[in-house]
C-alpha cells in the first residue's frame, strides 16, 4: 500500500466514524445499522461486556428503537459532509 492509498483509506474511516456518530444523534436507526456489516459485533459504552452483533435486527436495532421514544439529545458531534 502506497501513502496515498493509505490517506484515501483513513479518510473513508474517518467519514464511517463521523456519520455513526450523526446518525446516532439524530436517531436514525435503520440508517446507522445499515453501516454495520453482517458480522459486525458493537460494545457501547453503556454495555461493554455485552456484545451486540452486526445487523442481527434481534439486538442491535430493538435496543436502538428503546431509545426512539426518548426526547431529544443535545449533539455532542459535528456535521460531516
Given at each position: 500500500?502506497d501513502a496515498?492509498?493509505a490517506?484515501?483509506?483513513?479518510q473513508?474511516?474517518?467519514?464511517?466514524?463521523?456519520?455513526?456518530?450523526?446518525?446516532?444523534d439524530?436517531?436514525?436507526?435503520?440508517?446507522?445499522?445499515?453501516?454495520?456489516?453482517?458480522?459486525?459485533?458493537?460494545y457501547?459504552?453503556?454495555?461493554?461486556?455485552?456484545?451486540?452483533?452486526?445487523?442481527?435486527?434481534?439486538?442491535?436495532?430493538?435496543?436502538?428503537?428503546?431509545?426512539?421514544?426518548?426526547?431529544p439529545?443535545?449533539?455532542?458531534?459535528?456535521?460531516?459532509?
Amino acid at each position: 500500500m502506497d501513502a496515498m492509498q493509505a490517506l484515501l483509506i483513513e479518510q473513508q474511516c474517518r467519514r464511517l466514524i463521523h456519520r455513526y456518530a450523526y446518525l446516532n444523534d439524530e436517531r436514525d436507526f435503520d440508517a446507522l445499522i445499515d453501516l454495520f456489516t453482517d458480522d459486525a459485533i458493537l460494545y457501547r459504552p453503556s454495555a461493554p461486556t455485552t456484545p451486540l452483533p452486526g445487523r442481527d435486527t434481534g439486538s442491535v436495532s430493538q435496543q436502538a428503537r428503546r431509545c426512539a421514544h426518548l426526547p431529544p439529545v443535545q449533539r455532542r458531534h459535528r456535521r460531516c459532509r
